[in-house]
């Protein structure tokens, strides 16, 4: 399958009339059909309205962009994504923390620079510097498990997760996008808990339990995906801490009517105070507590 629901793509020749390269279309897929032809909500584009749907397009026609979020910040660490998709990653030890810093030891690193290289330019040419803690993440991998954690909502539950994973295993939480012989039990956008697989059945399939209302489902692993790094969480009426995720209860307009949360109301606490991060887009927002509702990890 060429893509999965939430890829960003874009458009690569002029095949449909709006949803096109001269029209600089993108756009996000929002479902894969039977026929494996694709939905997609517009994103950007020269000439229509973002949020328009579009349906039973033909994949050949687009390719996968990189995720949208091209800086991201969590605590002390910045995270860069250049327009090649690759990602950069910088720390900051024992300082207070710059974003500006963070950023341009990033673009250092794209270009092959360590801090350990800055510091012998230095020493090099004379001058004292002190010998610091290196400030680029050493295990990128593990940092951005915490990082790139993407929200969703089902029927009355919030989750997020790292990843999505075509192997299924006992434990694992399936999201369902290409439903099938649901027998009512399941519908497109569920999370199914996997809990054990049917060595009957000619094809992968496996039981598990809907997250949503508690029924028992006899899923095919064809019909979704896993979501890596699973959590769940209930949403609590109170000052939201360091660190924490919150859900926006409404969209927040800002000056000239510029939203701070448009396409995600999902944002992370920076300092216990009133000012939050966007998990996507990386911009900074202050919130009052009767604007937010802070999402608590359910543990299981």
């Excluded at 999965?4 to 996000?28: Q, W």
């Excluded at 997250?211 to 949403?235: F, M, P, Q, R, T």
Aim: charged share 30%.
């Amino acid at each position: 399958m060429k893509f999965k629901v939430g890829d960003v793509i874009k458009a690569i020749d002029n095949f449909y009339g709006f949803t096109n390269l001269d029209n600089e279309f993108i756009g996000r897929v929002i479902k894969i059909n039977r026929d494996f032809s694709i939905e997609i909500e517009t994103l950007r584009c020269k000439e229509g309205k973002i949020g328009d749907k579009w349906y039973s397009l033909h994949p050949e026609h687009f390719k996968k962009m990189m995720a949208p979020n091209k800086l991201l910040v969590n605590d002390n660490v910045t995270v860069y994504w250049d327009d090649n998709g690759d990602k950069f990653v910088s720390k900051c030890h024992g300082e207070k923390f710059d974003i500006e810093k963070g950023l341009m030891m990033c673009l250092l690193k794209k270009h092959g620079y360590r801090y350990k290289d800055i510091r012998k330019i230095l020493e090099d040419n004379g001058f004292n510097v002190e010998h610091k803690e290196e400030s680029v993440v050493e295990n990128e991998e593990e940092s951005d498990i915490e990082l790139a954690r993407t929200f969703g909502r089902g029927y009355g539950f919030t989750y997020s997760y790292t990843g999505t994973n075509r192997e299924v295993k006992v434990g694992d939480y399936f999201f369902v996008n290409n439903p099938r012989c649901t027998q009512n039990k399941y519908k497109y956008g569920d999370v199914i808990s996997v809990k054990e697989f049917d060595k009957y059945s000619k094809y992968q399939c496996f039981n598990g339990v809907n997250i949503a209302d508690g029924s028992v489902c006899h899923v095919s692993s064809d019909e979704g995906y896993v979501l890596e790094n699973y959590k769940e969480y209930k949403k609590v009426n109170r000052q939201a801490k360091a660190g924490e995720y919150v859900i926006t209860a409404d969209d927040i307009l800002r000056p000239l009517g510029y939203s701070v949360t448009a396409n995600n109301k999902f944002l992370k606490c920076v300092d216990g105070k009133d000012n939050f991060v966007n998990t996507k887009t990386g911009v900074n927002v202050e919130l009052s507590t009767d604007e937010y509702m802070v999402l608590e990890e359910l543990v299981f």
